[in-house]
């Protein structure tokens, strides 16, 4: 979506696609044949080959990660390699080579983490907020963009759910009947971080304002006709989602449609957060403002959500 979003609205004069898969790549170079395509196989974990795959490159998305929650809590170094080391071979690459932006992907569940993915993503943001102070003379900055769940992404609860209801599941499970969740799709994903790189002058947070769905909402949607069963929440889930904390208030900023955290370290370079490059102004939340899935003022219904599933591939 990414791509295609890309090649669609620029004239870009070079994507590289950075990733260890060889099959998805191939996969991928079977849809996408535009001759400014380039195709890295690459580890994160590889801080010469992110060298090498950056050469010439003005912008960058990182959005390598390990983001099973169970597979991160059985197997917490590789989690840490990949989404800690790998942050900052980026960081170094991208410093390295002059790139000019880099946005990098956050999770809400970085925000107050409970699990070990979620701690691996608040280190990355820290590490990439924090770049902006060690890059010395060169141009490059670097920001966040953390969002909740993308509607349909790979092992998340939309291909989940589509699997029972075609193999003839007789009910559907839910952990917990209270549960929210943030939703996004990935074409305002892929929206949202684009709009970023026009407003970002390096050390944001951004958080777009987007709607949350309750659970039991989502299996009524896709099933009306299924009953559900309670089978408790997981070890490292929570009932509701978080995007930003109190804590946060003090240095988060409300624009029209998303939330700037503003750096609460002290940089080289000081910048007015409160206003965007983009032109755009925002306003200081209130003491004690959170952004949580269940505070959410905007809440799909069923026939919200029975519209996006139709949509999502
Ligand atoms: N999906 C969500 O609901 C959601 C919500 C909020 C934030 N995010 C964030 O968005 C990002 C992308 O998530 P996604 O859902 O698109 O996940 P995904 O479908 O698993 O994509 C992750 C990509 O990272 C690549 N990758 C993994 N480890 C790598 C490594 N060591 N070196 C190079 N490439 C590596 C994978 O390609 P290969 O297998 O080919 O290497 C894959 O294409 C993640 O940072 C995630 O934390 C996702």
């Given at each position: 979506m990414f791509i295609r979003t890309l090649l669609q609205r620029y004239k870009p004069a070079r994507i590289v696609v950075f990733s260890r898969d060889e099959l998805k790549q191939f996969e991928m170079q079977q849809e996408f044949t535009d001759p400014c395509m380039r195709f890295f196989l690459g580890d994160v974990r590889d801080a010469d080959r992110l060298k090498q795959a950056m050469r010439g490159i003005d912008y960058v998305v990182h959005a390598a990660a390990l983001k099973q929650v169970p597979a991160a809590e059985y197997n917490p170094t590789e989690c840490i390699r990949t989404n800690v080391s790998g942050a900052e071979n980026v960081i170094s690459a991208a410093i390295e080579n002059g790139v000019e932006k880099v946005i990098a992907l956050s999770t809400?569940?970085?925000?107050?983490?409970?699990?070990l993915y979620g701690a691996t993503k608040l280190l990355s943001d820290k590490l990439f907020i924090a770049a902006n102070n060690i890059?010395?003379?060169?141009?490059t900055r670097f920001a966040v963009v953390r969002y909740g769940n993308v509607v349909?992404?790979?092992?998340?609860?939309v291909p989940f759910f589509r699997k029972l209801i075609s193999d003839g599941a007789q009910s559907l499970p839910i952990t917990d009947a209270r549960m929210t969740r943030f939703w996004i799709t990935l074409q305002q994903g892929v929206d949202f971080v684009l709009a970023n790189f026009g407003r970002m002058q390096g050390g944001e947070l951004f958080v777009p304002k987007i709607p949350s769905v309750r659970i039991t909402d989502l299996a009524r949607a896709m099933a009306p006709d299924l009953p559900q069963h309670i089978i408790g929440i997981r070890p490292g889930e929570k009932l509701h989602e978080l995007m930003i904390s109190s804590d946060d208030s003090f240095h988060t900023y409300e624009f029209a449609d998303h939330y700037v955290i503003a750096p609460s370290i002290t940089f080289i370079v000081k910048h007015?957060?409160?206003?965007n490059e983009a032109g755009e102004t925002g306003v200081l939340t209130p003491e004690g403002f959170y952004f949580a899935s269940d505070n959410n003022p905007q809440f799909l219904d069923i026939a919200e959500l029975q519209a996006l599933d139709r949509a999502t591939p």
């Open positions: 809400d569940k970085a925000a107050s983490p409970i699990n890059v010395g003379g060169h141009r349909g992404s790979r092992g998340s609860v007015g957060y409160e206003s």
